[in-house]
């Protein structure tokens, strides 16, 4: 019983600091800061997936692998689209300090980026004649 008791007043140590600063102003200028950066990294992303694809395309990349990638290319246009219904005004810039908005436009920015390694991987294997 004094463990579990000790292991309590440790978690609850533990955790007060964590939600005192996760609701911040400091932490508003992070996830401003940061959705702003996967915002911009996932825009300049999509010219990349569409080369890319086309360049797999060229070199034969089997369908399977097509066909992933275009799936997580299209997760990160739904979780784009989400991020800009939960926008001030549908505009994913005038609401970069939102944690929701940031965790859409987080998972957009790791599915194109996903997607954009797996055609990569897959073109440098059908180059190499893996």
Same mark, same amino acid.
């Given at each position: 019983?004094?463990?579990?008791? @000790?292991? %309590? %007043?440790?978690?609850?140590?533990?955790?007060?600091?964590?939600?005192? =600063?996760?609701?911040?102003?400091?932490?508003?200028?992070?996830?401003?800061? !940061?959705? %702003? *950066?996967?915002? *911009?990294?996932?825009?300049?992303?999509? /010219?990349t997936?569409? +080369?890319?694809? /086309?360049?797999?395309? /060229?070199? @034969?990349?089997?369908? /399977?692998?097509? +066909?992933?990638? !275009?799936?997580?290319?299209?997760?990160?246009?739904?979780?784009? =689209?989400?991020?800009?219904?939960? +926008?001030?005004?549908?505009?994913?810039?005038?609401? !970069? @300090?939102?944690?929701?908005?940031?965790l859409?436009? *987080?998972?957009?920015?790791?599915?194109?980026?996903?997607?954009?390694? %797996?055609?990569?991987?897959?073109?440098?294997? *059908?180059e190499?004649?893996?």
């Amino acid at each position: 019983m004094k463990k579990l008791a @000790g292991m %309590l %007043l440790l978690l609850i140590l533990v955790a007060v600091p964590v939600t005192a =600063a996760a609701f911040s102003p400091q932490s508003a200028s992070t996830v401003a800061g !940061l959705t %702003l *950066r996967y915002y *911009r990294s996932y825009t300049s992303m999509v /010219q990349t997936f569409n +080369s890319t694809y /086309q360049k797999a395309v /060229q070199v @034969g990349v089997d369908n /399977q692998t097509l +066909s992933k990638a !275009l799936a997580l290319y299209e997760n990160a246009t739904k979780e784009i =689209a989400v991020a800009k219904n939960l +926008s001030n005004g549908g505009c994913i810039l005038a609401s !970069l @300090g939102d944690y929701f908005v940031f965790l859409h436009v *987080r998972l957009a920015y790791v599915d194109i980026t996903n997607a954009i390694n %797996l055609l990569q991987n897959a073109i440098a294997a *059908r180059e190499n004649g893996s």
